[in-house]
C-alpha cells in the first residue's frame, strides 16, 4: 500500500528542509540583489512553509514548490513596496554587500583577467537590474538557475508563450545594454 503521509513532525521538516536552503538563499539574492533582503525574504518563505507543514510530505517536487513559494512571495513584497507610501531607500551597491555566496575561490592567472571577470560580472548585475521584473526572474531562473521553459511554465503559472517572448526580450534588453557599455562583443559582425 502506497500512501503519501501527509503529516510531518517539526523536526522532520527541518531535514526536509535543510537541503534546499543554500538553493533557495542563493535564489533569493539573484532575485532582490541584496544579503539583507534575501535573508529577510527568505525568512517569510520558512514562516510560510513551516505554516503549511502538513503539505510538505505530499510533495514530489520540493525544490520546484518552495522556489514557487519564493517567487510569489518576492512578487507580494515588491507589490506591496509599490503600493505603500513610504520607500526606504538603499545604498548604492558596494563591496559590502557582496555575499559570500558570490566568492568562489580563483584560479586566474592574474590581478587584469580577475579585475575584468569582476567588471563583467557586475556589468551584467547592472543590466539585470534594468529589466522588468517580470523579464528578470525569467531570466534568472531559467539562465542562471536552470529550470527548463516547461518547469518555470508550473513553477510561476506563467503560459510558455509568456515565458518564451518574456525570456526573448530579456536576452535582447541585456545583450543591447551589454553590447552599449562594450562589456559583450557580438560573435558575428556584419560589419566586416
Known amino acids: 500500500m502506497n500512501m503519501i503521509r501527509e503529516d510531518c513532525r517539526e523536526s522532520e521538516i527541518e531535514t526536509i528542509l535543510r537541503p534546499h536552503l543554500p538553493y533557495l538563499h542563493r535564489l533569493a539574492f539573484r532575485l532582490t540583489g541584496q544579503s539583507h533582503d534575501a535573508e529577510d525574504l527568505l525568512h517569510d518563505v520558512l514562516v510560510k512553509v513551516f505554516s503549511r507543514q502538513h503539505r510538505i510530505g505530499g510533495i514530489e517536487h520540493l525544490r520546484a ?5 519564493l517567487y510569489r512571495t518576492f512578487l507580494d513584497r515588491v507589490r506591496r513596496e509599490k503600493r505603500s507610501i513610504l520607500r526606504l531607500f538603499r545604498p548604492a551597491t558596494d563591496d559590502n554587500s557582496i555575499s ?9 592567472p592574474g ?4 579585475l575584468q571577470i ?3 560580472k557586475d556589468a551584467v548585475l547592472t543590466a539585470l537590474g534594468k529589466l522588468s521584473i517580470d523579464q528578470k526572474i525569467v531570466c534568472i531562473m531559467h539562465d542562471m538557475e536552470g529550470y ?10 506563467i503560459p510558455l508563450g509568456t515565458l518564451k517572448s518574456r ?6 534588453s541585456l545583450r543591447g545594454f551589454l553590447e552599449k557599455n562594450g562589456t559583450f562583443q557580438p560573435r558575428h559582425s556584419f560589419h566586416e
Open 167 to 172: 525570456l526573448h526580450r530579456a536576452r535582447k
Open 65 to 69: 514548490w518552495l522556489s514557487s513559494v
Open 100 to 108: 559570500e555566496m558570490d566568492t568562489v575561490p580563483s584560479s586566474l
Open 118 to 120: 569582476s567588471q563583467e
Open 111 to 114: 590581478p587584469e583577467k580577475s
Open 148 to 157: 527548463t521553459l516547461n518547469e518555470l511554465e508550473d513553477i510561476l503559472d
